[in-house]
């Protein structure tokens, strides 16, 4: 089998070096060219076609995103793997956004880049795990902030009014007299809330509203 073309783009010659040397030991693995910028590694990605492109995201008057994304334009066949120093959950999103397969920070071990390597020229994604970790935690939050956010929007503004005053301590009867409904309504009402919100207990109730500004937060 033919062994993995790589070309190493990063602005660090001992980088790279060192990444030449690693890379160089394995049966499977080539490197068939070196990049400073992104001018140049776009020249060598259309000259050479390589199977994998290890990409540094930060390089003086480049902009790796966008060099990313015009690899693939020349190169769609192309596997691109992002080594860098960022740590940042928002990174890791704007990579795999725009079409890399991998992300791998510079302080991994060798045998986590040679793995990862090998993982995107197969047509899979690899991310350093930690950032895996940082990245199901944050999607977590975004999903439950959306799904929070499509409970309100389910409450109408009487069951919202409802809620609210109930939060407040109000009674039954005292909400009723408030709203001037019947208390069966307001039971109605108190029911349909817990079944959209799937919150049944009082106390997770008036927390619900405190987090959704429907109270003032003591």
């Given at each position: 089998?033919?062994?993995?073309?790589?070309?190493?783009?990063?602005?660090h010659?001992?980088l790279?070096?060192?990444l030449?040397l690693?890379?160089?030991?394995?049966?499977?693995?080539?490197?068939?060219?070196?990049?400073?910028?992104?001018?140049?590694?776009?020249r060598?990605?259309?000259e050479?076609?390589?199977?994998?492109?290890?990409?540094?995201?930060?390089?003086?008057?480049?902009?790796?995103?966008?060099?990313?994304?015009?690899?693939?334009?020349?190169?769609?066949?192309?596997k691109i793997?992002?080594l860098t120093m960022?740590?940042?959950?928002?990174?890791?999103?704007?990579?795999?956004?725009s079409?890399g397969?991998g992300?791998?920070?510079?302080?991994?071990a060798?045998?986590?880049?040679?793995s990862?390597?090998?993982?995107?020229?197969?047509?899979e994604?690899?991310?350093?795990?930690s950032m895996?970790?940082?990245?199901?935690?944050a999607?977590?939050?975004?999903?439950?902030v959306?799904?929070?956010?499509?409970?309100?929007?389910?409450?109408?503004e009487?069951?919202?009014?409802?809620?609210?005053?109930?939060?407040?301590?109000?009674?039954?009867q005292?909400?009723?007299?408030?709203?001037?409904?019947s208390?069966?309504?307001?039971?109605?009402?108190?029911?349909?809330?817990?079944?959209?919100?799937n919150i049944y207990r009082?106390?997770?109730?008036?927390?619900?509203?405190m987090?959704?500004?429907?109270?003032?937060?003591k």
């Amino acid at each position: 089998m033919d062994p993995i073309k790589l070309l190493l783009v990063d602005d660090h010659t001992v980088l790279r070096s060192g990444l030449k040397l690693l890379v160089g030991a394995q049966p499977d693995m080539q490197v068939v060219g070196e990049a400073a910028g992104g001018d140049e590694a776009l020249r060598l990605v259309k000259e050479l076609k390589p199977d994998v492109v290890i990409l540094d995201l930060s390089m003086p008057g480049t902009n790796g995103l966008q060099v990313l994304e015009e690899i693939l334009e020349i190169s769609p066949a192309t596997k691109i793997l992002v080594l860098t120093m960022h740590e940042d959950e928002e990174y890791l999103r704007r990579v795999l956004r725009s079409g890399g397969k991998g992300y791998i920070l510079k302080k991994a071990a060798d045998v986590e880049l040679l793995s990862a390597i090998r993982a995107v020229h197969r047509g899979e994604v690899f991310i350093e795990p930690s950032m895996a970790k940082t990245l199901v935690n944050a999607l977590f939050e975004t999903a439950t902030v959306a799904l929070d956010k499509k409970k309100e929007q389910g409450l109408s503004e009487r069951e919202k009014e409802v809620l609210r005053l109930v939060a407040l301590g109000y009674t039954n009867q005292q909400v009723a007299n408030s709203l001037m409904i019947s208390v069966k309504t307001v039971e109605s009402h108190k029911a349909r809330i817990k079944d959209k919100l799937n919150i049944y207990r009082r106390s997770d109730l008036v927390r619900y509203a405190m987090q959704h500004g429907l109270v003032p937060n003591k």
